[in-house]
């Protein structure tokens, strides 16, 4: 069974389908759960009107299922008010290498 770091690196492999960043230094992971053999991620988005839900959604699934002893994946989208402030230094630095930040 995985930890939820091992879930988080995993998800870090993840970009956003806009920018070169990953879903986690983004800011939009905003909890992650192991029962087992089911992962339970909290997700949100940068804007309620985001073109590429289902496709993020999907690339999680993808990911997360190629992990060894995760049989089920389940997204729960909050609506947690997003914020550049939520962008990990990381993610600000590769932002600012690319020219968005």
Request: aromatic letters at 0%; glycine letters at 16%.
């Given at each position: 069974?995985?930890?939820?770091?091992?879930?988080?690196?995993a998800l870090r492999e993840v970009l956003d389908p806009e920018y070169p960043i990953?879903?986690?230094?983004?800011?939009?992971?905003?909890?992650?759960?192991?029962?087992?053999e089911i992962v339970r991620i909290k997700l949100t988005y940068t804007c309620m009107g985001c073109p590429a839900m289902d496709m993020i959604q999907d690339d999680i699934r993808e990911r997360l299922l190629r992990m060894e002893d995760v049989g089920e994946v389940d997204i729960e989208v909050v609506w947690d008010s997003w914020s550049r402030r939520d962008i990990t230094p990381l993610g600000r630095k590769k932002l600012r290498e690319v020219g968005v930040v």
């Open positions: 069974m995985p930890g939820v770091e091992e879930v988080r690196d990953s879903l986690v230094d983004l800011g939009l992971i905003r909890g992650i759960e192991v029962e087992g």
